[in-house]
C-alpha cells in the first residue's frame, strides 16, 4: 500500500525544478544578449594594411616583362665561298676586337689570287715588251732617218750644182730637173720618216695605256682578293659578346651570307613582352619606365613585332640612358608602357583588396571598425588607383585582400 511522500521531500525536490528552470532561462538570456556580438566578424587591427585616398599625379600603364638585350648587333659575314674548318667561339662568349672566331678553308681563294698573280706578271712582261719594241723601233726610225738626212743633203747639194751648171750651159735643164725633183723626194722621205717617229710613240703609247688598264684592273683584282683573304680570316671587328655564330665545322658558307653576330656592350635596350590582350595599347613612341632596382629608367616604344606568337606580344624599348652602369645583357626588368596620364586626381594606393575592376567593395574605417563602399576605379597605375567615384579624399581604405568579408556591411576591429 502507497504512502504519502513527506511534506519537506515534496519542497526541496520542487526547489530544485525551479533552481534548473531558472538556470536555464538565465543562460538562454545571456546568450540572446552576448550572441550578436560573438556572431559579428572581427579582424586584428595589426594584420592589416591601410593606405588613404589623396590627390595627386597618376599614370596609367600596362605593365610587362622585359629583357635588357644590347643596342646594337653587328654582323661577320663569309667575304668567300668557303668550308667552315674550325670553330674557335661559341656563343655567349665574350670577344675582343682582333679575336679570330672560326677559321674557313680558303685553299680556293688563294688558288684564284694566284692565277691573278700570274695574269699580272704576264701583263706587266707584255708592258715591258711594249717598251722595248718601242725602243727598238725608235732606233731604227733614228737611224734610217739620219741616212736620209744624208741623202738628202746630197741630192740638194747636187740639185744646186747643176742650177749652176745650168746658168753657165754645162748642164741640160732635163738633168737639172731631174736633180732637183730627187732632192724634194729625199726631203719628202725625211720627213715621213720623221712623222714615223711620232706615230710610233703613239701607236706604242695607245698600247702601253691599254696594257696599264689592264693592269690596273688585275691590280684591283689582286688587292680585293688579299683583302678577302685577310677578312677570311673571321676575326671580331669589335668587342662584345658573340651571340651566333655557323653552327656546324664542315658546313659551306656562301659569299656575303653570315657566319657570326657580336653584340656591342657599351649600350643596351629592352625587349619586352606582354599579353595580347594589350596590343590594341602599344604605340610606338609610348613613354616607358623600366624598373631597375627599384628605380624607373626612361625610355620610348620604338617598335611592335605584329607577330602574336603564344598570346603574346613583343617589343623594343630606347632607353634614354642606353649606357646606365647598371644595364647587363639578359637582365630580367619590369616594364611599364604609360598608356594614360593624370595630373592632379583623386588616387588611392594599390593593394591586394581590388582585383582591377572598374568597380570594386572596398572597405574604409572608420573609428574600431571598417564599412563597405562600392568604389569606382579609372586608371590603374604602378603605385596608386584613380578614383573615379564611392571614396572621398582623406578617406583611409584597408588595401589588405579583404575578399572572405565582401559580403559583409561592417568589420570590426579586435
Known amino acids: 500500500m502507497d504512502q504519502e511522500l513527506d511534506a519537506s521531500y515534496r519542497y526541496r525536490r520542487l526547489g530544485r525544478r525551479a533552481a534548473w528552470i531558472l538556470g536555464i532561462v538565465g543562460l538562454c538570456g545571456v546568450v540572446l544578449v552576448l550572441l550578436p556580438g560573438w556572431l559579428r566578424p572581427a579582424v586584428a587591427r595589426e594584420q592589416i594594411r591601410t593606405g588613404k585616398v589623396d590627390r595627386g599625379p597618376i599614370e596609367g600603364i600596362v605593365e610587362a616583362s622585359g629583357t635588357v638585350i644590347p643596342a646594337f648587333e653587328g654582323v661577320l659575314s663569309s667575304p668567300v665561298e668557303a668550308r667552315v674548318e674550325k670553330i674557335l667561339k661559341r656563343p655567349g662568349e665574350v670577344v675582343t676586337a682582333g679575336d679570330e672566331i672560326l677559321k674557313l678553308d680558303t685553299s680556293a681563294s688563294r688558288l684564284d689570287l694566284e692565277k691573278i698573280q700570274d695574269q699580272l706578271a704576264k701583263k706587266a712582261n707584255e708592258q715591258q715588251q711594249l717598251r722595248l719594241s718601242l725602243e727598238k723601233s725608235l732606233n731604227d726610225l733614228r737611224g734610217q732617218i739620219e741616212r736620209q738626212k744624208l741623202d738628202a743633203e746630197v741630192l740638194s747639194y747636187r740639185a744646186d750644182q747643176n742650177r749652176k751648171l745650168l746658168a753657165d750651159g754645162l748642164v741640160s735643164e732635163q738633168n737639172f730637173k731631174a736633180s732637183e725633183v730627187e732632192a724634194k723626194k729625199a726631203n719628202i722621205e725625211l720627213a715621213q720618216l720623221q712623222a714615223s717617229v711620232e706615230g710610233a710613240r703613239r701607236s706604242t703609247a695607245a698600247q702601253l695605256q691599254g696594257v696599264e688598264l ?201
Open 214 to 414: 689592264d693592269l690596273a684592273t688585275l691590280r684591283k683584282e689582286r688587292d680585293d682578293a688579299l683583302r678577302l683573304l685577310v677578312l677570311a680570316t673571321t676575326r671580331s671587328d669589335r668587342s662584345g659578346v658573340l651571340t651566333w655564330v655557323v653552327p656546324q665545322e664542315g658546313a659551306t658558307v656562301q659569299r656575303g651570307s653570315v657566319i657570326a653576330r657580336i653584340a656591342d656592350l657599351d649600350s643596351f635596350r629592352v625587349e619586352g613582352t606582354v599579353s595580347d590582350i594589350h596590343s590594341s595599347s602599344l604605340h610606338a613612341g609610348q613613354l616607358v619606365r623600366v624598373m631597375l632596382d627599384g628605380k624607373p629608367l626612361t625610355g620610348r616604344l620604338s617598335s611592335i613585332d605584329p607577330t602574336i606568337e603564344n598570346g603574346t606580344v613583343k617589343f623594343k624599348v630606347d632607353l634614354d640612358e642606353a649606357r646606365h652602369p647598371k644595364l647587363r645583357n639578359n637582365l630580367r626588368v619590369d616594364v611599364l608602357v604609360v598608356t594614360d596620364s593624370r595630373a592632379n586626381t583623386l588616387r588611392v594606393p594599390k593593394g591586394p583588396f581590388a582585383q582591377g575592376g572598374t568597380t570594386e567593395r572596398v572597405f574604409v574605417v572608420q573609428g574600431d571598425h571598417a564599412v563597405r563602399r562600392d568604389a569606382r576605379f579609372g586608371l590603374s597605375g604602378y603605385d596608386f588607383y584613380e578614383v573615379l567615384d564611392g571614396l572621398d579624399q582623406g578617406d583611409e581604405v584597408i588595401l589588405s585582400d579583404m575578399k572572405d568579408y565582401e559580403r559583409l556591411e561592417r568589420v570590426n576591429f579586435k
